[in-house]
């Protein structure tokens, strides 16, 4: 297993990543946060916060489950728990930013598309990721990225966040 980000290094590419999405979004009012459960979430909230030291404006977070939208859902889970996405805000005509751990084949950010989609008409979609490892299956590719991490197909980016596994760092490590 090889550390590739320590907290340092994830702190400064989510502050760089919150300059790029501020000076890629003018009209910050019309901006949400949408973070891929389950690291995408603590991932979003770090981004509305330093947006918010850097512009003084809170820009709204919601969570995404995508599970029901994937298309390898047979594989994930033999009975799915199917659940509609509830906004508590208002996604139409908004600029969305999904935010994600790690952008591998697409497959997730596609079934956030589609959960994003099925009941609402954003003015634009955007994708941040912290890690960009390639190996798209579809094509999808990142507004703003914390680091690209060229890997090969036997290999597993883990991301453990203080949030969702009491530690900070990432972590390249051969599949089992």
């Known amino acids: 297993m090889k550390q590739i980000m320590d907290e340092a290094a994830i702190g400064r590419s989510l502050r760089r990543m919150s300059h790029e999405i501020i000076e890629r979004n003018q009209s910050l009012e019309e901006v949400i946060l949408v973070g891929v459960q389950t690291r995408g979430e603590p991932l979003a909230r770090r981004i509305q916060a330093n947006i918010a030291a850097f512009e003084g404006v809170t820009i709204p977070v919601e969570l995404l489950d995508v599970t029901f939208y994937r298309d390898d859902l047979s594989r994930l889970q033999r009975e799915p728990l199917v659940k509609n996405p509830a906004f508590t805000h208002e996604l139409n005509n908004k600029r969305l930013v999904i935010v994600d751990d790690v952008l591998f084949t697409g497959r997730t950010v596609r079934a956030a598309m589609d959960a994003l989609l ?23 590719r990142p507004d703003f990225v ?14 453990k966040l203080q949030e969702t596994d009491g530690e900070e760092s990432v972590f390249i490590q051969e599949r089992a």
């Open 118 to 140: 099925s009941n609402q008409r954003p003015k634009q979609i955007q994708l941040a990721v912290l890690i960009d490892r390639g190996h798209r299956e579809l094509p999808i």
């Open 146 to 159: 914390g680091k690209n991490v060229p890997t090969s197909q036997n290999e597993q980016v883990q991301v």
